[in-house]
């Protein structure tokens, strides 16, 4: 409940820079969805398109908050794939046009930095790191951490049944 709740709120942050990456030579996002290895294994790489954001929500490290509530420090990588034939070699034609994929996971930084939700603080960005893609994809993730919290366990409406020890009634006559 938590987390399904989480990702669409990301995915819905995404979505809100359309505008801002349509002026990028990458252009808008055309593919959001869950990582589920796509680009790792190459026949998964057909049937979406590029520019690409895959969220992944990783690890979460739980903490009893008290007996109502737990709260977690959630990992989230955005892993965004780019399409790439263009060449970094320092003496390549194409250099300025590879140095362009630099660029972009900024751009998506730029509007998930501090992004916070319904049940997650702001989104903080601990590292950036470049993944192994098949030829032709360029593979930036980018991970955050937040902390999430979990009330779906409360136990605020949870009844313990109980025979009282002794009852005195007294009845008053009119």
Known sequence: MILDITYNEIEAALRAMDAELA?????????????????????????????????????????????????????VNIHIVMKSYADGWEKSRDKAKFLELYSYPGLINKGLQGHSGTHFTGLMRRADVTDIAPDGLYVHVIRYETVVQDKSTSRKNRYIMTEPDSVDLELEKQ
């Open 23 to 75: 002026a990028h030579p990458q252009g808008k996002l055309l593919y959001i969805a869950p990582y589920l290895g796509q680009y790792v294994n190459e026949k998964k790489v057909n049937g979406w398109n590029q520019p690409a954001a895959l969220i992944e929500l990783s690890a979460i490290e739980w903490d009893d908050y008290n007996s109502l509530s737990q709260t977690g420090k959630l990992t």
